[in-house]
């Protein structure tokens, strides 16, 4: 047995050094690529979405699809940090699900600029100081995040990724168990996710809404019978014990980032656009409005309303469709939507999540 063992592990090693040898080869030639392109783009969400894509369809494992999706992300961060390494924006503090979304999208080979809100993510990037950001769109459980909404509607970025994260939520404290814990700090839509496990387990203690699970991390490492609700890298970051893991009430929940940056997108073969538009208030308007979608054969896959902001029951609708803005049957509808919408934004078309 001791032989055989030694034999396997030899040829791990030898596996090793290949593979150490053919990742800088690939390193090399994303360098000479980054000479060629001179001025172009670091980034391209395109080309970065089809590598993956690939991949993925040829693993046979027994790697899973995650592990090969993580394991290549951080091949292409460290590779396209030999160029520059990207700057990217995301609600902070550190330990945010905002930073766990970025670094699932680009890596940990990045520039990381944790922000105060949402407000000044889209600030950094419209002002040049970070070349992307990474802002929430969506959750399963709550629903929209409107602020994201508004901004998206207001601010000339583009949208050119989204990252799909499951969110599993645990209660943290410097407290060895949950019977010290009077109250509990989370961003309110964390306090929501988890509602019914709050309620049946610290019913007494008080639910303290803070701009992010962080900030509520790091004033729960401050404060005796104080505990948080967030992220296992939180958890580590501030050093609190995790008293319970996975406390969200429904075990699906997941949360939709979007990435935005002044950057465009072109076609990867699997893509989204994203709009926002407005229309005239007059009987079957609303018909009119979508019915380019179907006449052109365009999926479309998320529907939002918000207030428009300039009037009482006056509306935008945020949409999402399957396809990108420069295939021809998307083209064709989206320029029979100028002629019926009163208003019509396209916010970006990007590779669709794996």
């Not at 814990?181 to 019913?203: D, R, V």
């Not at 979508?290 to 054969?297: C, I, K, N, T, V």
């Amino acid at each position: 047995m001791t032989d055989q063992l030694k034999q396997l592990r030899d040829r791990i090693d030898a596996i090793d050094t290949e593979i150490l040898q053919l990742v800088n080869q690939r390193a090399q030639l994303a360098r000479d690529i980054g000479e060629l392109k001179g001025a172009g783009p670091i980034y391209r969400p395109e080309r970065e979405a089809q590598v993956m894509r690939r991949l993925q369809d040829q693993n046979l494992g027994p790697l899973p699809a995650d592990a090969v999706a993580h394991l290549f992300t951080e091949i292409i961060s460290a590779c396209r940090a030999l160029e520059e390494a990207l700057s990217v924006a995301f609600l902070g503090p550190r330990g945010t699900f905002s930073e766990e979304a970025a670094l699932k999208h680009f890596g940990s080979q990045v520039r990381a600029l944790p922000s105060a809100s949402i407000d000044h993510v889209f600030r950094e990037v419209e002002a040049g100081k970070a070349g992307f950001g990474v802002v929430p769109v969506e959750n399963s459980t709550d629903g929209a995040v409107g602020r994201t909404l508004d901004l998206l509607l207001a601010t000339p970025v583009h949208v050119c990724g989204e990252v799909l994260l499951p969110v599993h939520q645990c209660l943290m404290s410097k407290a060895t168990s949950i019977q010290p814990i009077q109250k509990i700090y989370a961003h309110a839509q964390s306090l929501a996710q988890c509602h019914e496990w709050l309620t049946q387990n610290l019913p007494d203690a008080e639910r303290i809404p803070v701009v992010s699970n962080a900030e509520g991390a790091r004033l729960a490492s401050e404060q005796a019978g104080a505990g948080s609700i967030g992220s296992q890298a939180a958890a580590a970051l501030y050093q609190l014990t995790v008293l319970a893991a996975n406390i969200e009430d429904q075990p699906n929940n997941t949360t939709r980032f979007a990435v935005i940056s002044k950057q465009e997108a072109t076609p990867s073969g699997q893509d989204k656009t994203s709009l926002v538009m407005s229309v005239r208030n007059r009987p079957g308007a609303m018909h009119d409005l979508l019915a380019p979608l179907s006449e052109h054969g365009v999926d479309m896959t998320r529907f939002e309303s918000r207030p428009s902001r300039t009037g009482m029951w006056e509306y935008v609708f945020f949409v999402d469709v399957q396809g990108h803005q420069q295939e021809t049957h998307v083209a064709r509808a989206l320029e029979t939507l100028r002629g019926q919408a009163s208003f019509l934004k396209i916010l970006g078309s990007y590779p669709a999540a794996l």
